[in-house]
């Protein structure tokens, strides 16, 4: 087969993994698969065929799109990353959190497969907690699951966005959470609890971990470190005056990555990693609304592997 044609094969073979995820997976009607492709009902239902005929479907999609891993490539070539994976979503989809849950769900049943013992230590937040949810029940008593944040505001109140306790709980795991505000109330309070055994031993196991995964957040009103109780509208407003357009572990950043010097930052517990270590972390995070945050991000080293969705691919690539 000529170089063309081999060309030409596989964008037909790219066109028919997109049909059938659309049919199979969102289960969208023909009609609007055609719509969206720009091509005729009769195109769509011989893609299918061809998607089934190639055998690029089980229970999911199995064939690669060229174009995600195209955007992944230039994603890694761009911020040096170790890894990256871009999932599959709708055109127009300004935010698809459970597509790229699925993916990293997938990445860390192959970490967790491990017999020998693996630390893997995580933030909070709407993609780490829909990530677990997708993680396949086992059996590991071996690894060990450790926060990366604390998960109770000021007045003592829980997030329902806790993550190492249900991660340990799925492939039955030792659990280390970390049992204290995300921001202490005061200065001396935080050292307080920073001097506690417990501390000091969730310290160290992240400095020795396997692997770090964390998301990313939005600085604005509809932030979810405020939306959850763990800063206030003073210092939010802080926050956003003083340049930030990111939040990692509850730490804001800037366009550069760089952590501001926000009144609240000396009062963070998060366990948080030094810029520019080798050791792997892996981002999580979808959509336009945390696209500044996750190019700042990976522009300021915080995380050196990515896990995001071709829509936000695009547009974090878009950003000069």
């Known amino acids: 087969m000529a170089i063309s044609e081999r060309g030409e094969a596989d964008r037909r073979l790219d066109q028919a993994a997109r049909a059938a995820w659309l049919y199979y997976v969102k289960s969208k009607r023909q ?11 009769q195109v769509v ?7 089934l005929s190639e055998n690029l479907i089980s229970f999911q999609v199995r064939h690669p799109l060229s174009e995600c891993i195209a955007l992944a490539d230039r994603l890694k070539e761009k911020f040096g990353l170790q890894f990256c994976e871009v999932a599959l979503n709708e055109a127009g989809n300004t935010e698809d959190i459970p597509a790229v849950a699925t993916v990293a769900a997938h990445y860390l049943d192959n970490v967790l497969m491990q017999k020998a013992p ?5 933030g909070n937040g709407t993609a780490m907690r829909e990530t677990v949810m997708r993680i396949s029940s086992a059996d590991r008593p071996q690894h060990r699951c450790v926060s990366l944040m604390g998960n109770l505001t000021p007045n003592g109140r829980a997030s329902r966005h806790d993550v190492v306790t249900k991660l340990a709980e ?3 795991a030792q659990s280390y959470p970390l049992p204290m505000p995300l921001v202490a109330a005061t200065v001396s309070e935080r050292e307080i609890l920073q001097a506690q055994l ?5 310290r160290g196991l992240v400095d020795d971990a396997n692997l770090l995964v964390m ?4 600085v604005g009103w509809q932030a979810g470190i405020h939306a959850d109780g763990f800063i206030t509208d003073p210092e ?3 926050a956003m005056d003083a340049g930030a357009v990111g939040e990692v572990l509850g730490g804001v950043i800037d366009k550069a990555g760089r952590f501001v010097e926000v009144s609240y930052i000396e009062r963070l517990t998060s366990l948080m990693r030094a810029p520019n270590s080798r050791q792997p972390t892996l981002l999580v995070s979808s959509g336009q609304i945390r696209v500044p945050a996750i190019y700042a991000a990976l522009t300021g080293k915080l995380a050196n592997m990515l ?13 000069k």
């Open 170 to 172: 799925r492939i039955n």
């Open 236 to 238: 939010l407003a802080e």
């Open 215 to 218: 998301g990313s957040g939005n």
């Open 31 to 41: 009609d609007d698969i055609a719509q969206e492709l720009g091509i005729s009902r």
């Open 307 to 319: 896990i995001t969705d071709e829509n936000t691919a695009k547009s974090i690539l878009a950003v």
């Open 45 to 51: 239902q011989r893609l299918i065929a061809l998607a």
């Open 118 to 122: 693996v630390t893997i230590a995580v």
């Open 198 to 202: 417990g501390y000091k031993t969730l």
